[in-house]
């Protein structure tokens, strides 16, 4: 397998270093500590194609594959992991969803509009009480005409707040039936939709996470996507993408964890040496570096599969896997690195270890993860 950066993955990576030095370094640090959402960055990632990448170019996407795509979300990562995850829930769920299984209508209707970012996506399967239990989900839509009645609220949804449009998955049947949920278009303004309180949280502060609440809301049935009764198939199908999309916002926590601990490394002297030369840091630094490249090439063999529409629900779930766990220790061990430093908000890594513990539960735990590979091999 060879996985060289192609052309369009170099021009992308320099575009958003550029980008990223001007519109989201100098800020980085006031958007974390404040837990501010910075929605204009994403109309420029908007105007520059990156809130549309992978959607066709007839609905206003860039039209990239998932080579393009995963470089676009490890790049944003190192910048701020924030941003890359808001990029990708965007991207991979709601978007995601409508391009996948939208009517033409729909995707008319709505890809131009969040390929712009005109309007900013959310999407919506977990609930308070049924986190990876999704079967058993309390989200109701009753039917009533051509219109759904729809009760029920949903929690720890990225764009919650400034979502334009969200696709909601609900129960339409019996709990525990799979066959028993349906996914809706939802827009903003809709009577009865609403959000609800925002997450104060340890880690991606500048990525929006709070609640969707439902409260007798009319849903007319032309919003569903697909038919009714494929809610959870289909939403299974977005997070085998979707799960890339994490694996990708790892490599770029975890790229931007050695590349500050290799630079600090040379930098940092003990005993009239840089500590590089201690073997104590040089060994960590390769057990990072090579935990780094093997995630890389399971990330990049799932988006390979994707990209040639070939199964990838196990090669998906490997990557986001390894990728978030590996992750977790590389950004742990730049802190060890650091030393006191490392402990201060002063250095990146500190934030680079608080946002990177997501990875391994977004979109799926990692107990999650391994009850998919599991079930995977032992069919």
């Known amino acids: 397998m060879d996985f060289v950066q192609n052309e369009n993955q170099k021009l992308i990576a320099q575009m958003i270093r550029s980008f990223g030095a001007k519109e989201i370094s100098p800020f980085r640090k006031e958007w974390d500590d404040k837990q501010i959402f910075p929605i204009e960055v994403f109309k420029k990632l908007g105007e520059l194609g990156l809130m549309g990448v992978t959607i066709p170019e007839e609905y206003g996407g860039a039209g990239f594959g998932y080579f393009e795509y995963v470089t ?22 709601c978007s995601g969803h409508i391009n996948l299984f939208g009517s033409q209508e729909q995707k008319k209707k709505y890809l131009p509009k969040l390929a712009s970012c005109e309007f900013l996506g959310a999407w919506g399967l977990t609930e308070p ?71 104060d949280k340890m880690g991606m502060r500048s990525s929006e996470t709070s609640e969707l609440i439902f409260t007798d809301c009319r849903v007319h049935q032309s919003q569903i ?11 299974m199908k977005v997070l085998d993408g979707g799960r890339i999309s994490i694996a ?54 799932a988006a390979d599969l994707k990209n040639r529409h070939q199964p990838v629900t196990l090669a998906s ?39 990177v513990k997501l990875c391994t539960i977004g979109e799926g735990t990692s107990e999650i993860q391994k009850l998919v590979i599991a079930r995977e091999i032992l069919r």
């Open 72 to 93: 676009a979300i490890m790049e944003l990562a190192k910048l701020d992991p924030g941003v890359g995850l808001s990029m990708a829930a965007h991207n991979s769920l």
């Open 225 to 235: 996507l697909g038919k009714e009764g494929e809610g959870f198939i289909q939403a």
């Open 248 to 301: 990708a916002l790892s490599l770029g926590i975890a790229a931007g964890a050695l590349e500050a601990s290799i630079e600090y490394s040379k930098e940092r002297e003990q005993f009239n040496k840089p500590i590089s030369s201690f073997q104590g840091i040089s060994f960590k630094l390769a057990d990072m570096a090579t935990k780094l490249e093997a995630a890389t090439l399971l990330t990049f063999k």
């Open 317 to 355: 779930a490997q990557a986001k896997y390894y990728a978030s766990e590996i992750a977790v220790d590389l950004a742990n061990e730049a802190v060890q690195i650091f030393g006191g430093y490392g402990f201060t908000k002063d250095y990146p890594v500190e934030k680079y270890y608080r946002d």
């Open 129 to 199: 009480n049924t986190g990876s239990d999704a079967g058993n989900m309390k989200t109701t839509a009753t039917k009533d005409g051509e219109y759904y009645i729809i009760n029920g609220a949903k929690n720890f949804i990225t764009h919650g707040h400034s979502g334009d449009v969200a696709v909601v998955i609900v129960r339409t049947g019996e709990v525990g039936d799979k066959h028993a949920m349906t996914a809706f278009i939802i827009e903003k303004g809709t009577e009865g939709f609403k959000a609800g309180r925002k997450e």
